[in-house]
């Protein structure tokens, strides 16, 4: 079975940095697609970025964008979420997720697993 594992959440000032970890646990994790995901209350669970599993290929949403980085190491099992330039409206539960599929990848039920998520919380 897979299981994932988010860590490297906490408090941080806007403009601050942090990077997000995803521990893999299971089989064939180069064979899956992960990606971040942010979600606040009341609110749907948002798409942040996602990284294939084939080439590498990123794919970023546009409140990410010049900001965020995703990036992943096979060989430890492991997705990163690298967050710089942090505001304030980053503040939120993010989770990591993988999928085997290649289709709808930006979308909450395009993804078959998930982390428990970690609290990121940019103060001003």
């Known amino acids: 079975q897979v299981q994932l594992v988010e860590s490297g959440g906490g408090l941080v000032p806007a403009g601050g940095s942090l990077r997000l970890s995803c521990a893999f646990s299971?089989?064939?994790?180069?064979?899956?697609?992960m990606g971040w995901f942010r979600q606040v209350p009341g609110k749907e669970r948002e798409f942040v970025a996602a990284?294939?599993?084939?080439?590498?290929?990123?794919t970023l949403a546009d409140s990410a964008k010049g900001r965020f980085a995703i990036s992943r190491d096979n060989a430890k099992n492991t997705v990163y979420l690298q967050m710089n330039s942090l505001k304030l409206e980053d503040t939120a539960v993010y989770f990591c997720?993988?999928?085997?599929?290649?289709?709808?990848?930006?979308?909450?039920?395009?993804?078959?697993?998930w982390g428990q998520g970690t609290q990121v919380t940019v103060s001003s």
């Open positions: 997720a993988a999928t085997m599929s290649i289709f709808g990848f930006t979308t909450y039920g395009g993804y078959d697993h």
């Open positions: 299971g089989f064939g994790f180069s064979s899956y697609r």
């Open positions: 990284i294939s599993g084939s080439d590498g290929t990123t």
